[in-house]
């Protein structure tokens, strides 16, 4: 492994802020990526446009989400293997993930243009958006290849330790999503179909360029054709890793779904307001989903290399340094939250809701500093089961109930519908220290039994 992705060696903070910075600009880009899309639709459209491509594009987001946790598989047993110092098993680690995740994008596209009318009516779409989100579900659906091909790049550089490429690759892919959408909402008056088309458009170009660019890389491992296959052992360690966090992730989008399906059931300018708060909170989420990102690979070398107290050390160093920013972004969604709201809105009723629903989010902008970083922390460890459980707590448990509730004890109140999502956090960051605290007991009576 060349020595600026060696995670096990070093001072930590630097090595983790280096690497996790890249990972921050990425994500920028991808909340940009998504973001534009709406931003066009708004300018250029009318509210029930806005409505189709925010219920849309989360209908296409909890695809991404379930195909990014189940590429997490890769990202731990890739960044475990270089850890242990194993290029050959790396190499047949990414060539299984590779034929494993091309049998799941021709799925994802069967499944999705059959069922894209029965997802948008489950999700309540307003009558004068439903069609328009059944439309922007089967464009995308129909380059579901490039959309896991995209998000598997990423997952395998992540367990390289490389932060860079992934950047690199969002970067192409955004640059060429703005100048699709300007050229087909704004110049051809091509509406949501447009802005479908455009996002399809520049994760496949996006695809290609970078695949060019990585056939030039030197890589840390080593893949030859006898590697690309669907290798039982192999794809099973995926799935294994993968599996849990992703049906965990899917979990919690679905509960994010039902709070939109309940916000479309108050009206177009409650689901408009609701699409665009969310899109905001893709950027007030940023750090966080950085730190979660950058701890996966980080403590997944360092388990590898069997250096648990590095481990330890890089998840309160991510968690010190993530509130920081934490407050930061609270602190512009509760009090500026029109302002970012005007970014992608023009209707003063839609931007009053959308600010209405942020200032709930400003609340957990501090709470998923803590619960983030713990995330990626139990991810590198492997203990993808229990990142499920607790992601199914508190969604289950506590997200859904509690927005079902508010919605009736309050109907009409954004504020207190977005509410449930803190309140969730709260519930799993205490399910987090109570495993992280049993996780360490156990660490510590192993290397007194190994001492002895």
Known sequence: MRKEHDFTQGAILPALLKFALPVLLALLLQAMYGAVDLQVVGRFGTAADISAVSTGSQIMQTITIVITGLAMGITVLLGQKLGEGRPEEAGRTVGGGICLFAALALAVTALMLAAAPAIAAAMHAPADAYDGAVTYVRICSAGALFIVAYNLVGSIFRGLGDSQMPLLTVFIACVLNIGGDLLLVGGLGLGVAGAAIATVFAQAV???????????????????????????????????????????????????????????????????????????????????????????????????????????????????????????????????????????????????????????????????????????????????????????????????????????????????????????????????????????????????????
Request: charged share 15%; hydrophobic share 55%; proline share 2%.
């Open 206 to 452: 996006s695809v290609v360029l970078s695949l060019m660019i990585i056939r030039r890389k030197q890589l840390p491992f080593t893949l030859t054709r006898q590697d690309l296959r669907l290798d039982r052992a192999v794809t099973g360690k995926i799935l294994r890793l993968g599996s849990p966090v992703a049906l965990q992730d899917l979990l919690v989008n679905l509960s994010f779904l039902a709070i939109i399906a309940i916000a479309n059931s108050m009206g177009t300018i409650a689901s408009a307001g609701v699409g665009v708060a969310e899109k905001l909170c893709a950027f007030v989420m940023l750090v966080p989903s950085a730190y979660m990102q950058s701890m996966s690979a980080f403590v997944a070398q360092n388990v590898g290399a069997d250096r648990e107290d590095r481990a330890r050390k890089a998840l309160w160093c991510g968690i010190a340094s993530s509130v920081a920013a934490g407050v930061l972004m609270g602190w512009a969604a509760f009090f500026h939250g029109d302002l970012l709201a005007g970014l992608f809105a023009k209707d003063a009723a839609v931007i009053a809701a959308a600010w209405e629903y942020l200032k709930a989010y400003a609340i957990d902008c501090l709470l998923t500093s803590f619960l983030f970083c713990f995330i990626g922390y139990f991810n590198g460890h492997g203990n993808t089961v229990f990142v499920m459980l607790q992601g199914f707590a508190g969604a289950i448990g506590v997200r859904l109930p509690a927005a079902f509730l508010m919605s009736r004890l309050s109907p009409g109140s954004l504020f207190h519908l977005g509410l449930s999502t803190p309140a969730s956090t709260v519930v799993q960051i205490l399910l987090c220290m109570g495993w992280y605290l049993h996780q360490k007991r156990r660490y510590v009576g192993l290397a007194a039994r190994t001492e002895v």
